[in-house]
């Protein structure tokens, strides 16, 4: 039910409180340190992988924002309270996921456990991960009811738009839902990054909320100061988390560049950027075989001209539409695209045989 005006805010207002209080509970300061010996305890960078890995398992599993900002503040409650082996800590992140995407999602988008193991690649078994999930619980009282860092950025973003309905004509998306899921992915980037660790997840929301308002209102100083006295909040550590958030979203890049042609490769699953002579890999956001051991992370741009092996090329004559168009070495520099991509046996998409890649134009 939506209310309106004084209601309206008095409802937000009570929301907060309730988050704060529900995470000065449960919040307690955790951030991984590099040890000298990789072998006896988890890493800052061990800590943020599996998380990207939980990201791609959310993507291919079709779930909720909320079910990964779950699973990311169990995973963390979880290491701050047990000191565990790196060997252990696939099955610990899944065990989350599970645990997150069953207290989240509704019953019949709850991935099947045999077929998580399965298809998320996390080297254990259902066994395993039910085990886990009992040592979990028993970690964490059995209280998986916490308030999230997307909790707040919910919250934050309610205030400002229910406080300053000007918001609403000068927000980059045709809808306030539209703004608050660019930020949601904002959010989940910084919660993939150990040194923000320091920080509530009241505070880090607030700090990508403030970021935000900074292009959009005149006034944001004086909106962020009302949600800094509604949050109780330190505006000196505000100012930290906005400088090292500000950083590490400068690092987000869009996952397909505009108004650039790409090369599918049907093998790696992956999108080759063909960018004047330099082709940069797009992985996919389904973790195979493709993937370098690092997690699918982008590798870097391989500047050399590429030998593609297409089709050949068909009788010289009026081209059809569909048809494609091979790529030489000479052409690395410009790239031409092949008419739209449709399916069938004039599609530029590879046939059952074919190798692959092809140069397409992706609608």
Known sequence: MKFSGPLE????????????SREAQMWKAHVPKIQPNQDV???????????????????????YPETL???????????????????????????????????????????????????????CSPAEIRRMEKIILDKLNWDLHMATPLDFLHIFHAVAVSSRPQLLALLPTPSPS???????????????????LQFKGSMLALAIVSLELEKL?????ALIIELLQKAQMDSSQLIHCRELVAHHLSTLQPSLLPNSVYVYSPLQQTLVTCNRG????????????????????????????ATLCPRPPAPAGRRQAGQRVPLSP????????AAGA??????????????????????
């Not at 805010?9 to 704060?20: G, N, T, V």
């Open 278 to 305: 330099a082709f940069h890999r797009q992985p996919s956001s389904v973790p195979g075989p493709g993937f370098s051991q690092d997690n699918g992370r982008p590798e870097a741009p391989v500047t050399a001209t």
């Open 69 to 123: 900002a779950l699973a990311i503040s169990l995973l963390d409650r979880f290491l701050a309270a047990v000191k565990a082996h790196p060997k252990y800590l696939n099955c610990i992140a899944i065990s989350c996921f599970f645990l997150a995407a069953k207290t989240i999602e509704e019953d019949e988008r709850i991935p099947v456990l045999k077929v998580l193991a399965r298809d998320s690649f996390c080297g």
């Open 342 to 363: 449709t399916m069938g046996p004039g599609s530029p998409w590879p046939q059952q045989g074919e190798k692959g890649p092809y140069l397409v134009r992706l609608n």
């Open 41 to 63: 305890a988890i890493s800052p960078r061990q800590r943020d992988e599996v998380i990207q890995w939980l990201a791609k398992l959310k993507y291919q599993f079709h779930l």
């Open 330 to 337: 000479s052409a690395a520099g410009v790239c031409h695209v």
């Open 9 to 20: 805010s008095q409802r937000l207002s009570l929301l907060l409180e309730m988050a704060i």
């Open 217 to 221: 209102l005149p006034d944001w100083l």
């Open 178 to 196: 539209q703004h608050v899921a660019a930020l949601t992915k904002q959010l989940l980037h910084c919660m993939a990054c150990f040194q923000l």
